[in-house]
């Protein structure tokens, strides 16, 4: 039986370890990429997604004369917001120059490290780069 005393004390403990588990479930993993490796790659921006919890693109890219495709897992709207960057930055068809970690299993993509739009602005992934000791 819970008396009202444990009742009391149960509360705020309850509410301090919501709060200590609300950051952990704030942040993804990184475990899919190969963080302790960066990749960089030229191509054209196919498309971009500006979304929550993770912003992410399509790039065209060759590869060995192929023209191929891959995904690239980003920040979210507030990293990018933070550094200056707006949905309107993105075009399609616009000349990027990425660095990320690239995916284990050895498919294209991976998680983003660092952009260069041909404005000149550019992002750094602070997220990533805390996973990746950098």
Excluded: C
């Excluded at 490796?37 to 993770?54: C, I, Q, Y």
Aim: overall charge positive.
């Amino acid at each position: 039986m819970i008396t009202l005393k444990r009742a009391r004390l149960a509360a705020p403990l309850a509410a301090v370890a919501l709060g200590l588990s609300a950051p952990a479930l704030a942040h993804h993993s990184f475990a899919a990429y190969d963080m302790n490796r960066t990749v960089s790659v030229d191509g054209t921006l196919k498309e971009f997604r500006w979304g929550a919890p993770h912003s992410s693109m399509v790039l065209i890219y060759i590869d060995k004369g192929q023209e191929r495709q891959m995904s690239i897992v980003a920040g979210s709207p507030l990293m990018f917001s933070k550094q200056g960057l707006t949905p309107r930055d993105f075009r399609r068809g616009d000349k990027v120059k990425v660095v990320f970690h690239p995916n284990i299993s050895g498919q294209p993509g991976g998680a983003m490290a660092s952009l260069r739009l041909p404005s000149g602005k550019t992002f750094s992934d602070v997220e990533a780069a805390r996973a990746g000791g950098n």
